[in-house]
């Protein structure tokens, strides 16, 4: 056997034991913008990653390190509070490794959420985009032997992003009053943020805004057939040298935490809904 597949395999027994015969529906990646939603999942049953075999500590700044599973909207969902990045070291087996655990549970659905500095300059901070698609600057997660139990070894990425539910999420947004730009999303390694060129350069190739995770977890649920609905904060815009300006990881969190009430409000309902 793969030995990737072990490790899936090995994961997804370990938390299975742990969740007392719940079946969860939908997987949730709690990146910057929606920690709260992790306050308002029912009956919670909460795995710290460091407790599940082949898993490390999480270490990025705002990111905690579990697995809740619990009731939102009276569905079953199973949120990874906090990701592994390829900016802390991590090769992407290990990035891609929660959601693979998740998919092999059974989601159906897979939602997630980002910090992003915006290209786009009809963006500002505090927005709210809906991903409608991306371009991804990372190592391809699918690279190696195919894990053909998961899907195709050339997989079609025309809708990485559901259709359906972006459409819902925009209904959602309209009728909650919550403005959402849409958008492509760039991935980029980090952990710098970038220089004036690069904003221009992305902006260029079609981005409207950048970030250093996403598009691993979106490759590996869309290669698996999951439906998947993304959305960023932009927590920070392109700048130019010269201008009174400095990228700071701090700001860039409090402005995920300030927005985050608008977004959990979002999904809350897209949930309730699916
Ligand atoms: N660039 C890359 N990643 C980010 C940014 C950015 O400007 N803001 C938040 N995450």
Not at 243 to 256: C, H
């Amino acid at each position: 056997m793969d030995r990737r597949a072990e490790i899936i395999e090995d994961a997804a027994a370990f938390l299975s034991s742990w969740l007392d015969g719940r079946k969860p529906l939908v997987g949730i990646i709690l990146g910057s913008g929606l920690g709260e939603l992790a306050n308002e999942i029912e009956d919670p049953i909460v795995v710290p990653y460091v407790m599940v075999p082949g898993f490390p500590a999480a270490t990025a700044v705002g990111h905690k390190g579990n697995f809740i599973c619990g009731f939102l909207g009276g569905k079953c969902v199973l949120a990874m509070q906090g990701r592994y990045h390829y900016y802390e070291g991590y090769g992407m087996d290990t990035v891609v490794l929660p959601v693979r655990v998740m998919i092999k549970l059974g989601i159906k659905y897979l939602l997630v959420s980002n910090a992003a500095g915006a290209m786009n300059k009809s963006f500002a901070i505090g927005d709210l985009m809906l991903i409608r698609d991306h371009i991804n600057l990372l190592p391809n997660p699918l690279i190696g032997p195919n894990l053909d139990e998961f899907g195709p070894r050339f997989p079609d990425m025309t809708c990485a992003y559901d259709l359906e539910l972006q459409a819902r999420m925009l209904s959602i947004a309209s009728r909650q009053g919550v403005k959402l730009q849409r958008g492509i999303y760039v991935s980029c390694t980090g952990p710098c943020y970038e220089t004036p060129a690069e904003y221009a350069f992305y902006r260029a190739i079609g981005g409207d805004d950048v970030g250093m995770s996403v598009t691993p977890e979106v490759i590996v649920a869309h290669h698996a057939g999951i439906r998947v609905l993304g959305m960023s904060v932009i927590t920070d815009v392109a700048h130019e040298a010269g201008d009174d300006y400095v990228t700071d990881e701090n700001e860039i969190v409090r402005q995920a935490d300030l927005a985050s009430r608008k977004m959990t409000g979002l999904f809350r309902e897209l949930v309730a809904g699916l």
